[in-house]
């Protein structure tokens, strides 16, 4: 009897090699070659450029017709700022901070793919962490109809949708701080505006498409998904490109150049009482419902540099958040003159979110002012930034000293 399970535990393991290599030879055929910047196509690392065309549905697919594509990206900081609480005005220590990905994505079939994608992260007083960034199994029929399937980036507005790797600044819009908002009854609920999710990801189901090569696109997403003891996050965007499309399921808060763009978009979230409590004042949570628009502007001028100008606003209905409403502004240049093997970006950004409901929420003001040596767009760059802020009456200062590498898809 024990030699009759060893064969079959020996048959069982040759049959998931031999499927595993099979998956490891296959060649996405349908995959176009990405720019240089933004950085490249399918991965969720960084934002679509072009949009892959489907191979013609009569091409059998063979054995070596499906590679495995990789990308690598890695995110460092150091932080000169005081940590501790009530300390946070002073520049008096320095921490570091950083996150690592490794993103895979294949094909197949001509209509299946899939994307897998895992973080390391470290540093702001929290332990050393590893995490599935992406995990996702996508039917794409057609440019209008595409069905994704697992854990992706929220389709909350543009800034979700780029994800921290493909915007200007080192935070996302309504993240004040490196630090986790602090109120003096809750530390539980998240910044003001929009629901993203960790690491701006949700686990659930994304219908989306486009028209037009992407000048039009559409999203229609049910997520928190994983936690079966609360109701689902409703989440819907719609984006209008006037100049240039922008294809592809994600998006990009600038291109350095390489593309004039005027994009409008809005979005909306509901979820069913998604607005937990203040510890100690009521039992019940309410609904969640929040509306949100944006504008993007770039422009090329040639010799006179690459204008980027981008705006957004978010109104939340809800008894128990931070805040009514988030607003954002920002203007950034990028210098039309190499200096060694890259160029500067300078960049001010300033944001604002109102008092909501909540007897303990107060307003939040957030001013970066940023210096950026552009190398190769989002693949290299780095980043100076002095960031002050007020959070529920308290004042922050800080600098920050980015690096972002991210090499160009495989």
């Keep these: 009897m024990a030699k009759?399970?060893?064969?079959?535990?020996?048959?069982?393991a040759g049959f998931v090699l031999g499927a595993l290599g099979v998956v490891a030879n296959h060649q996405a055929a349908a995959e176009v070659v990405p720019e240089s910047v933004p950085a490249p196509t399918v991965t969720d690392v960084a934002p679509a450029t072009n949009q892959p065309?489907?191979?013609?549905?009569?091409?059998?697919?063979?054995?070596?017709s499906f590679p495995v594509n990789a990308q690598v990206g890695t995110r460092l900081a150091i932080r000169v700022q005081n940590p501790n609480l009530g300390s946070r005005d002073k520049l008096d220590d320095v921490g570091s901070?950083?996150?690592?990905?490794?993103?895979?994505?294949?094909q197949l079939h001509p209509f299946v793919k899939w994307q897998a994608g895992f973080v390391g992260s470290?540093?702001?007083?929290?332990?050393?962490r590893a995490d599935v960034l992406d995990l996702v199994a996508k039917v794409e029929i057609a440019e209008a109809l595409n069905l994704w399937v697992g854990r992706m980036p929220m389709p909350a507005d543009r800034s979700s949708l780029s994800t921290v790797w493909a915007l200007p600044t080192w935070n996302a819009p309504g993240r004040y701080s490196a630090?986790?908002?602090?109120?003096?009854?809750?530390?539980?609920r998240p910044w003001p505006g929009p629901r993203y999710g960790d690491y701006g990801r949700g686990d659930g189901v994304t219908v989306w498409g486009q028209l037009r090569g992407g000048r039009l696109k559409y999203y229609a997403g049910v997520f928190d998904l994983d936690q079966p003891d609360q109701s689902p996050l409703y989440t819907a965007r719609l984006n209008l490109s006037l100049i240039n499309p922008e294809p592809g399921y994600r998006s990009s808060s600038g291109y350095y150049g390489n593309k004039n763009v005027l994009a409008l978009g809005v979005g909306a979230q509901h979820k069913t009482s998604g607005s937990l409590p203040a510890s100690g004042l009521r039992v019940l949570a309410t609904d969640f419902n929040e509306v949100n628009t944006d504008l993007f502007f770039e422009m090329n001028g040639g010799a006179a540099g690459v204008v980027n100008v981008e705006s957004s606003f978010a109104k939340v209905w809800a008894d128990d958040e931070l805040a009514s409403y988030q607003v954002m502004g920002l203007a950034s240049y990028l210098v039309p003159i190499d200096v060694g093997i890259g160029r500067f970006q300078p960049l001010l950004r300033c944001q604002f979110a109102g008092s909501g409901?909540?007897?303990?929420?107060?307003?939040?003001?957030?001013?970066?002012a940023q210096l950026g040596y552009i190398v190769d767009g989002y693949n290299a760059r780095l980043l100076a930034v002095y960031q002050w802020a007020k959070l529920q009456g308290r004042r922050e200062n800080a600098i920050l000293f980015g690096l972002q590498l991210l090499s160009h898809a495989k």
């Design 97 to 106: 901070d950083g996150e690592a990905d490794v993103v895979l994505w294949g």
């Design 4 to 12: 009759i399970r060893a064969r079959r535990r020996v048959r069982v």
């Design 179 to 188: 630090h986790p908002p602090v109120s003096p009854l809750d530390t539980t």
């Design 357 to 368: 409901k909540a007897a303990d929420a107060t307003s939040f003001t957030g001013i970066d």
């Design 53 to 64: 065309t489907p191979p013609a549905a009569t091409a059998a697919p063979t054995t070596d």
């Design 122 to 128: 470290y540093g702001l007083g929290t332990n050393t």
